[in-house]
């Protein structure tokens, strides 16, 4: 008798990671057939063949009745839960959208899984947390490990902890086969502007083609962040599926910090553009400017052999400029 075709169902197929975890699975598990919701965007061009293997499902994840229903449309093996409002910033401007989005949509989702439970649905399910349950780096407290002590400041850092934390009672609660990885800062092509190293990028290609003035603001250049190209991010989403441990939190990150001011340098030097000028931002600091945040990704290298093969510097940044340079 065939094996059954893996399902996969990914919340948010058309954002950041989920457009690259979609394009992951196509290229390297062939069999899956791929469910995934979609909010405000229509479902991205794909081919016949494409069509008859990957679905899209509009669904606002705020909606308990509409994932239910997505739920048990698909009855998937794999759930990737990627679906959320990402961005920092954002959440001080509107905390109760972001703390409703990311917290009430979760439980929308894990109570839907698990009104149907039972022997034949009982699906591996991968939560997106984020380093930002950590809170800024203090010295002598690097790198963090998932024991280190979680000091959200900011809205978006208290919906993720939240939602990391709901993962573990459901976990532990209900038998749900739920994985939590802390993902630290991650980049790559199609990332939004709105994200520090890619509107740098943006800057620089618009700057390339004398659409702007040859400058770019800049705030903190001195803060350092562990990142990791996402196309490394997304493959260790799929190995957390195959091999980690209901319950438990692991870090996804390079174990590397680089500062924003290298990391500005290099897409300088990528640039035929050789008179930019950096330009202090005078609105003053964000509340989670600065400091170091590094994360240890032992525990998680240990549950999966996973680490990134994509070099940061090298590689990814000269991807995301190229795909700025693309677009503009």
């Given at each position: ?86 961005y920092v910033h ?170 924003f001011k ?67």
């Open positions: 008798m065939d094996s059954p075709v893996e399902k996969v169902l990914i919340t948010g197929i058309t954002g950041f990671a989920g457009h690259h975890l979609l394009e992951y699975i196509k290229t390297n598990h062939i069999d899956a057939e791929i469910h995934g919701t979609i909010f405000s965007q229509g479902p991205p061009v794909i081919s016949s063949e494409d069509k008859k293997r990957i679905f899209f499902y509009p669904c606002d994840i705020r909606d308990k009745a509409a994932i239910t229903s997505v739920l048990n449309a698909t009855k998937p093996h794999k759930i990737f839960h990627l679906a959320a409002q990402s954002s959440s001080w401007e509107n905390p109760e959208a972001t703390l409703y989005t990311n917290i009430i949509g979760q439980s929308n989702l894990l109570e839907g899984v698990r009104s149907q439970l039972g022997s034949s649905f009982s699906p591996k399910i991968i939560l997106a947390c984020s380093s930002e349950e950590y809170g800024p780096g203090r010295p002598g407290n690097q790198p963090f490990d998932e024991n280190s002590e979680l000091r959200p400041q900011s809205p978006y850092a208290i919906s993720k902890v939240a939602q990391d934390f709901m993962g573990y009672q459901y976990a532990r609660s209900y038998q749900m086969n739920i994985v939590r990885l802390r993902v630290f800062n991650h980049t790559g092509p199609r990332r939004d502007a709105v994200f520090g190293v890619s509107g740098f990028c943006k800057k620089i290609a618009q700057i390339e083609k004398s659409k702007i003035p040859s400058e770019i603001i800049i705030r903190d250049l001195s803060a350092v962040r562990d990142f990791t190209d996402v196309r490394d991010v997304v493959r260790a989403y799929w190995l957390a599926a195959e091999a980690c441990e209901a319950g438990e939190a692991y870090n996804v990150c390079s174990g590397r910090g680089f500062a290298e990391i500005l340098e290099k897409l300088l030097s990528l640039s035929s553009e050789k008179n930019i000028q950096l330009v202090p931002d005078h609105g003053g600091p964000r509340p989670t400017d600065g400091g170091s945040i590094i994360g240890d990704n032992s525990k998680f290298v240990r549950a999966t052999g996973w680490r990134p093969g994509i070099n940061f510097l090298e590689t990814t940044l000269p991807d995301l400029l190229n795909y700025w340079r693309e677009k503009s």
